[in-house]
Each structure stands twice: as structure tokens, then as C-alpha cells.
């Protein structure tokens, strides 16, 4: 698998949609980690588990507008993450914030982190 930062953004969004925990631990790097909306943190292997305990399930996956910085052999990625999600049987669903870091390693990209937000209305 190979192809630039914005690649990866667009398998890990495939692999999201699809629950595939597979494909997802080929693009996760070992120590990769993820702040979600409400602030709480989950590891690699608490992110893999949702898919894999069927417990977390997609009708819906996007990342809209993905921007990407590259500095070398890091990347951050900054857009808009779009989901029609349930958890546990609960709708979830959400448009957050998303940004993503990205890590090459072993020419190839890796996602090392994902920290959401909400979207605050107007001010």
C-alpha cells in the first residue's frame, strides 16, 4: 500500500464506513491513539475492539475538506468528519472536527492519532 498522507485519509475513512478491523490495523501505527468528542481517549487496541465486539457499527463515513501539512516524515490533516454511527444499539451519529496525524514510517503512512471535536455553532 502505497500513495501520499491523503490516501490514507481516504482508506482509513473506507475501512471506518466498513468496519473492517483488519484493513484498520494494517493503517494504525503501533502507539497510534484517538481523543474522541466528549474528550475520552482510547488506544489502539480499544479502537480496534469496537469493530471487532460489533459493538460500533457505520451506515456512514466520510472526511470532507481533508487539508494536509506534510513536515517530513509527519503529517497533520485537519477536515470535517461526517458518521451515521450506533454504539451499542445507540445512534451516535455526529459532524466533528477531525484531525489526524500521520506518521511515515517504512515508506509508508501510518495514522498515529485522531482527536475530534464538536462544531460550536455561531458565536
Excluded at 488506544?43 to 460500533?56: K, T
Excluded at 472526511?63 to 445512534?91: K, L, M
Amino acid at each position: 500500500m502505497s500513495g501520499g498522507v491523503l490516501d490514507l485519509v481516504g482508506w482509513w475513512a473506507e475501512a471506518e464506513l466498513h468496519g473492517d478491523a483488519d484493513a484498520l490495523d494494517k493503517l494504525l501505527a503501533a502507539d497510534f491513539v484517538a481523543v474522541g468528542p466528549r474528550g475520552f481517549v482510547l488506544s489502539r487496541q480499544q479502537w480496534l475492539a469496537r469493530y471487532r465486539s460489533g459493538e460500533l457499527r457505520n451506515s456512514a463515513f466520510e472526511v470532507r475538506d481533508p487539508q494536509a501539512r506534510e513536515y517530513g516524515s509527519a503529517a497533520v490533516v485537519v477536515g470535517s468528519q461526517v458518521q451515521r454511527t450506533t454504539h451499542q444499539g445507540r445512534d451516535v451519529s455526529a459532524e466533528v472536527r477531525a484531525t489526524l496525524v500521520a506518521v511515515r514510517q517504512e515508506d509508508r503512512w501510518l495514522l498515529a492519532g485522531v482527536h475530534l471535536s464538536p462544531i460550536a455553532g455561531p458565536l
